[in-house]
């Protein structure tokens, strides 16, 4: 088992996940206060300065207990989003998967082949046995993706947040490595 030390580049068809650094502050901070990211993100808590965010990403690479990678597109090289493997409990080992995708990253499987190639690499590199993750309830774009790539549903905490005076729904998912090995044995 390795920690979260190395920060690799992991190539794709259509995209490149790489370390951040503090120059993808500005493109982060668009992605951020994209209406969509707000409505199933929620508004960032604490000051989103340009100065905070540079420290903020400009950090990333210092971590090992997450990793955290830019999603870029690699016919263009533009930042589009990230992927988070964070909460990482080394005894377990398991850990919590989140991303984000800006507009400029939608609807083109971008987020789906980032999805998969950073759990490809928790399974594979890191030696990860779990990997969990939330979303809302009504994310129906997210929720398709994690199931694309091997992601179970394991169960819905009803009703468990607040957002825009309604209750919504938290639906908790979880992939295991022998589910990712018998996936991707079968593919291609």
């Given at each position: 088992m390795s920690d979260f030390s190395l920060k690799p580049l992991l190539t794709g068809e259509r995209t490149v996940l790489r370390p951040f650094t503090?120059?993808?502050?500005?493109g982060m901070a668009e992605i951020i206060e994209d209406p969509e990211v707000l409505h199933f993100t929620g508004t960032p808590s604490g000051d989103l300065s340009l100065e905070r965010l540079r420290s903020w990403y400009g950090s990333r690479s210092e971590q090992t207990d997450r990793l955290d990678l830019a999603v870029t597109d690699r016919a263009t090289g533009e930042l589009v989003g990230e992927v988070v493997l964070y909460e990482w409990d080394a005894h377990?080992?398991?850990?919590?998967?989140?991303?984000?995708?800006?507009?400029?990253?939608?609807?083109?499987?971008?987020?789906?082949?980032?999805?998969?190639?950073?759990?490809g690499h928790g399974f594979g590199y890191l030696g990860l046995h779990r990997i969990e993750l939330e979303a809302y309830g009504h994310n129906?774009?997210?929720?398709?993706?994690y199931e694309k790539v091997g992601f179970v549903v394991e169960g819905v905490r009803r009703e468990a947040d607040l957002?825009?005076?309604?209750?919504?729904?938290?639906?908790?998912?979880?992939?295991?490595?022998?589910?990712?090995?018998?996936?991707?044995?079968?593919?291609?």
């Open positions: 503090a120059a993808d502050a500005e377990a080992r398991s850990c919590t998967f989140r991303t984000l995708i800006g507009p400029r990253g939608r609807g083109r499987g971008l987020g789906t082949e980032a999805t998969r190639l950073v759990v129906a774009r997210a929720l398709r993706v957002r825009d005076g309604q209750w919504v729904d938290w639906v908790v998912m979880g992939l295991l490595d022998r589910d990712w090995a018998a996936l991707n044995s079968t593919a291609r």
